[in-house]
């Protein structure tokens, strides 16, 4: 082979190998893009409980297993947040419309909150599902349930903060795993926020928001879970 075609045949090599370690870069992102897309990522295991419903009946953690449910915390009384919260569950209690779905709404303010006033405010909200509990109990209980979900409560002792909650929600999956999806930048956001918003990126939280960015995912990542 003469000198010229070995220098040719090289010089395609240097040429055509860039190319494929791209491609198989590109392909590669694309792969991994796809993954954060469709899979959600594990936070940890939901923190056991034990707690009385609007229908006077415990409910554990364990009566819970083999469905996908919502985890918030709220009170009846609320003004503000909780009434927003309590109608995007609402709303996605009707778009997802399966007996494999439960809502868990824990009440902050057991001292008002008694098993029947939660029936009436389940009334008022217009649950529908038998596995949408109002949940109350001791409030010291509640709040350590709260540090273990990592879901901000305020301090009983602190009149001023004793009310005071997160507006996030924590997604279970059927086997107990609080789940969450991946952000933009491939980041797991841990919780999604029950919240209505001025900007359809969720950026300025408002309470008579038009928009609802995390409630929508939510619902494509219960059906996820669903499936």
């Known amino acids: ?16 190998i860039p190319i494929v370690i791209f491609a198989l870069l590109f392909l ?13 990522y594990t936070v940890m295991k939901v923190p056991d409980f034990e707690l ?18 919502l985890v918030e915390f709220f009170f009846s009384r609320c003004p503000t947040i909780c009434p927003v919260m309590n109608r995007n569950m609402r709303f996605i209690e009707d778009q997802v419309n ?3 779905f439960g809502i868990i709404s824990i009440s902050i303010d057991p001292e008002n909150d008694t098993p029947a006033a939660l029936k009436e405010h389940a009334k008022s909200v217009g649950a529908k599902s038998p596995d949408w509990h109002f949940l109350t109990g001791d409030r010291d209980y509640i709040g350590k349930l709260a540090d273990q979900f990592n ?15 997160s507006g996030m929600i924590a997604l279970v999956d059927k086997e107990g795993n609080i789940r969450c999806r991946y952000n933009k930048d491939n980041m797991p956001i841990l919780y ?27 619902i494509e990542d219960i059906k996820k879970l669903l499936k």
């Open 1 to 16: 082979m003469s000198r010229n075609k070995k220098t040719g045949n090289g010089a395609k090599r240097k040429v055509i």
């Open 28 to 40: 590669g992102i694309g792969i991994g893009m796809g993954y954060f897309k469709k899979n959600l």
């Open 52 to 69: 009385t419903d609007q229908n006077n009946k415990k409910i554990t953690n364990k009566d819970m297993l083999g469905k996908v449910y």
């Open 98 to 100: 399966s007996p494999e």
């Open 151 to 165: 879901i901000y409560v305020g301090d009983k002792e602190d009149d001023s903060e004793s009310l005071n909650h």
């Open 192 to 218: 999604y926020s029950g919240l209505n918003y001025e900007d359809p990126e969720g950026k300025t939280p408002k309470l008579n928001g038009k928009y609802h960015p995390d409630r929508e995912i939510l």
